[in-house]
């Protein structure tokens, strides 16, 4: 069974930094064989692919956080991180991880696994 565990949300003011972890348990999915993605969902709208790396640790990000995040994994730990620079209040909101299929269209790319509780991320102006 996948359990997904995020961590690191907090309140921090704008500018500030903050790391996201997301511990996976390992099953019918690994960060050996499988791409893992961040996304976040801001109060009231859906859900929003932010980042991915794959198992070769080719990264894409989404035009919102391109420059300010960077997606990180140590498959020993079988976890994956989240820096997040230079934080804006549009960046409030859950964050989630999950492992993806990645898709060369950004927008298909889909979740693979079931959610975890996801880290809430509050960003102060």
């Known amino acids: 069974q996948v359990q997904l565990v995020e961590s690191g949300g907090g309140l921090v003011q704008a500018g500030s930094s903050l790391r996201l972890s997301c511990a996976a348990s390992?099953?019918?999915?690994?960060?050996?064989?499988?791409?893992m993605g961040w996304y976040h969902q801001a109060p009231g709208k859906q859900r929003e692919l932010v980042a991915t790396i794959t198992s070769d640790l080719t990264t894409n990000y989404s035009d919102s956080v391109k420059g300010r995040f960077t997606i990180s994994k140590n498959n020993a730990r079988n976890t994956v991180y989240l820096q997040m620079n230079s934080l804006k209040p549009g960046d409030t909101g859950v964050y989630y991880c999950?492992?993806?299929?990645?898709?060369?269209?950004?927008?298909?790319?889909?979740?693979?696994?079931?959610w975890g509780q996801g880290t809430q991320v509050t960003i102060s102006s």
């Open positions: 390992r099953s019918i999915f690994s960060l050996n064989t499988n791409a």
């Open positions: 999950n492992y993806v299929q990645v898709s060369p269209s950004w927008n298909r790319t889909r979740p693979l696994g079931p």
